[in-house]
């Protein structure tokens, strides 16, 4: 097991922290809002997944510093971002910032999504393969594809009690799997990028 630097430690440990926080908060609370639940409820949303994820992914990475985990790393990543993305430069605009930073929001919308991506901004990796990124935006595709095998099976439902949450297939069907398939594309470029910005730092630490 490779030693873990100083900073590296205490980022990943406040991933698990504020992940702790988050669902506490969403478990034990009742989220007003657009695109909010009551308890257990919330973890029907792909930001509050995608943030467990990161906390576990954080934690597994505290017990044991391998290279095998930066697939996972690389994806946990990729899912806080582009929950951070949406949020402030989608819905926030749209429904208002307040709603989507408060309690658990807080730190699942805004605080550990930073954390995460300051992490593995600043820490110095080997190089990483380009099968990575494929690998990172699977979680993502994995979400979609539960999301609308659940509408198939049990039906879209009426608001507030409907299966598409999201509102995806307002448009049909068509345009929800399109927009599933933007979102999986995104994550795939997000992946891309991180891995830019890690390889070139390996890079530049190896010229140093």
């Known amino acids: 097991m ?7 430690k205490i980022l990943n440990i406040i991933m698990v922290i504020f992940a702790l926080i988050g669902i506490v908060l969403m478990v034990t609370g009742k989220e007003d809002g657009t695109l909010q639940s009551t308890g257990i409820e919330n973890f029907k949303y792909y930001t509050v997944l995608s943030n467990v994820f990161c906390g576990i992914v954080a934690g ?3 017990i044991r510093r391998s290279d095998k985990l930066i697939p996972l790393k690389l994806g946990a990543v990729c899912g806080v971002t582009i929950t951070f993305c949406v949020v402030a430069f989608m819905f926030g605009p749209i429904y208002g910032f307040l709603q989507f930073y408060q309690r658990g929001n807080l730190f699942f919308h805004l605080l550990l999504p930073v954390v995460a991506m300051v992490e593995f ?3 110095r990796r080997g190089k990483i393969p380009f099968r990575y ?3 990172a935006a699977i979680p993502t595709l994995i979400y979609g594809f539960c999301y609308m095998t659940n509408i198939l099976i049990n039906g879209k439902g009426e608001w507030p009690d409907t299966n598409d949450f999201y509102g995806f297939l ?3 069907w068509p345009v929800g799997i399109g927009i599933f ?8 470029g997000v992946a891309c990028a991180f891995r830019a910005i890690s390889n070139k730092r390996s890079l530049n630490k190896k010229e140093a």
Request: proline share 4%; hydrophobic share 55%; charged share 10%.
């Open 170 to 172: 307002n448009w049909g």
């Open 2 to 8: 490779r030693h873990m630097p100083r900073t590296e």
């Open 60 to 62: 597994l990475y505290l």
């Open 181 to 188: 398939a933007v979102i999986t594309l995104s994550a795939f």
């Open 121 to 123: 901004i600043i820490v």
């Open 133 to 135: 990124t494929i690998l």
